[in-house]
């Protein structure tokens, strides 16, 4: 039999290593500005073209390289930070396995020009595709350029998994971020097409962070620290009024290197028990010393992972320091997530032509009900309801268009139930909607009942209505008596301003002042309500980065966002009006079973069924 087992060639090795160390252009951003930093630079910028797909460039002032070292950092497993194996337990530097380069280089156009500070000319190099086109003697700063051009342009399958330059942006932000916060003592600038999104000039860690977040974040900031024998703790949180619906900055380092850890987070969480509700994360910065000798982080390609040598007591210690913090800043519980929300008109599509499963349930919704309540009197709630008198005039004459049930209004006033002992029998019967948990609202049908997620079934509710203003601009906007300056860190600016004539699509009235600011005129009219214009457009924001990854379009992506963030939520208790409004609108949506994330909005239980589960 034939040998069959041979080495691969070098071109092909490095594909593959590149699959493991190189995902996307934030990838690439990571390696080449630790390279900087572990070369002793003192001000590194990086320079991106279309979210690094095109461009990614790092210009350092460190020590540089001779020409043989430039060569020789494109080949594997090349490296000046271990020598020998033991070495791994004593790591302190950001890189050390030798692979990045030359996977860098194997898959993209890469040109270098280097130059040590005790040389006059420097070395420029120049590889496509691992192979080596040209190196050169030429004149350039001391320090080292790289520019990486290309990316994945042998790689095409790769290439086409890349999301949108949005998407991929916020992760090259993400990592620029990670390395400017672990060393705010060193010049850190990022520009993006010719903008400039941050210039960071040396400084201390809370200056550092609100350069990074905005100045709003210097009032959120609890500064934690704690030293040991066996770890020092430096850092910051937030203070839990502060916190968000979803994950924001949270950020671990380990000898100044930024790590994933669930475990560690949990530790975050539980010092902040009982200071917020589920579903709600606080601000963290968390900087963890300890010696390389109790810690491995040669677990994974990225270097985000790593294992302690006692991970129980680094839990401890940390819980402990922050709830020691923020009993020594007397941070008490403070928040009320639950926004009044206005229910207001929701009109299907047009064109719009029910499926027999939708008619079916919304035929069950109209026989659910008598004539004794009427929209005009409508009952008031127990908590956050408002003067919802208002918000529900004119609604008695609401009547969807293209109705599929005998086109009478989508309300339980419906004159279908008149006939038959069994109908009468039911409407003897309670027939209001009541709620559970303040989470979810029981509606009594004749078939058995319908239970409805009343957060799911409002973002459905106020998707459509969303998506509908952003088709038509036909929007109802609350100007503001004395407009509000909104001030926004310089990542979010840069998001917020390409999307800024969707948003104002939505109701919104905001133009761009200058720098890292805005000024809003007026917000849309159902959120008039809502005074904090800041904290509602941050969340808008934060929940419109979440969704960049699912290659949304613009309008669709801020509807759900916008749908996300102004729903009702789980907890806030409504009054009967308030259920019969969102149970109507909901099945007058086109799609009434799913929210936009998928969830369902309501379950239905049929009366043969709960017999037969009471049967044993």
Known sequence: ????????????????????????????????????????????????????????????????????????????????????????????????????????????????????????????????????KSQEACQCVAGTSISVKNLFFNVPARRNFLKSNAAEMRHIIEEFQRIALANPELFFSLHHNNNQVFHLPPSNLRQRIVAIFGPGTNKKLVPVEEDTDVLKLHGFVGKPEFSKKTRGEQYFFVNDRFIKSPYLNHAVMNAYEDLLPKEVYPLYIIFIDIDPMRIDINVHPTKQEIKFEDERLVYNYLKVTIRHALGQFSIMPSMDFDQETAFSKVQPPPNYQADEQTIEIRSSAANAKGNEHSWSQPGSGKKNTGDWQKLYEGLDQFVPEN??????????????????????????????????????????????????????????????????????????VQKALFPQTLQLSPADTDLFREILPQVNQLGFDIQEFGGNTFVVHGIPAEAAGQTDEQRMIETLLDQYKKNLDLKLEVGDNLARSMAKSAAIKKGQMLSTAEMESLIDQLFACSIPYKNPAGKFCFITMELDELERRFAG
């Not at 029998?425 to 009942?449: C, D, L, M, W």
Request: charged share 25%.
């Open 1 to 132: 039999m034939a040998d069959i087992i041979q080495l691969l060639p070098d071109a092909i090795a490095n594909q593959i290593a590149a699959g493991e160390v190189i995902q996307r252009p934030a990838s690439v951003v990571k390696e080449l500005m630790e390279n900087a930093v572990d070369a002793g630079a003192t001000e590194v910028k990086l320079i991106v073209k279309e979210a690094g797909k095109n461009l990614i460039q790092v210009i350092d002032n460190g020590c540089g390289m001779s020409e043989t070292d430039a060569r020789m950092s494109f080949e594997r497993h090349a490296t000046s930070k271990i020598r020998e194996a033991e070495d791994l337990f004593s790591i302190r530097t950001m890189g050390f396995r030798g692979e990045a380069m030359a996977s860098i280089a194997a898959i993209s156009h890469v040109e270098m020009r280097t130059r040590p500070h005790n040389q006059e000319l420097g070395s420029r190099l120049v590889i496509e595709a691992t192979e080596v």
């Open 403 to 476: 109705n599929p049930v005998d086109s009478e209004p989508l309300t339980f006033e419906s004159k279908a139930n008149t006939g038959g002992s069994e109908d009468q029998g039911f409407q003897n019967q309670q027939r209001e909607p009541y709620q559970i948990h303040a989470t979810y609202i029981v509606s009594p049908i004749k078939s058995g009942f319908l239970l409805i997620d009343q957060q799911a079934a409002h973002e459905r509710i106020l998707y459509e209505k969303y998506y509908q203003m952003m088709q038509t601009q036909n929007s109802l």
